[in-house]
């Protein structure tokens, strides 16, 4: 004589479980609570495509020191076009001057209506005064 145990079996469980869970993220998505969470999340970092003020102050220095090392203003000016601080698009809204060697001066951060252009490349957001 078998004995049947009374209960469950295991695969209808384990469905009962998935089919909670998928309950649980439509009723989030559809009350709005999964964008809210999403909304939270993404305030304590950057996205990826947005440079933040510090690195973008880091590159600025980086790059300075670089420049000054060399006495050709137009090598100092690729240097500056082929820097981390143009090509991150730091230079079209983080305020930052270059001081060249023959003395003129690269303004940047005025946004996208001013550029210099160079053999090397154009630097977007810049002016020499």
Excluded: H, W
Excluded at 5 to 34: C, R, S
Excluded at 85 to 101: H, P
């Amino acid at each position: 004589m078998v004995k049947r145990t009374q209960g469950l079996p295991i695969n209808t469980i384990v469905l009962a479980i998935i089919a909670i869970v998928v309950l649980v993220f439509l009723v989030l998505i559809f009350t709005g609570g999964l964008g809210k969470f999403a909304g939270q999340t993404s305030q304590i970092a950057p996205s990826s495509n947005q440079t933040s003020s510090a690195q973008c102050s880091e590159y600025a220095a980086t790059i300075a020191n670089q420049i000054g090392t060399s006495t050709d203003s137009s090598a100092q000016l690729q240097m500056l076009a082929n820097s981390q601080y143009v090509t991150s698009n730091c230079s079209v809204y983080s305020q930052y001057s270059f001081t060249l060697y023959n003395g003129s001066e690269v303004v940047c951060g005025l946004g996208s209506n001013y550029e210099i252009q160079t053999s090397s490349g154009t630097i977007y957001g810049c002016k020499i005064q």
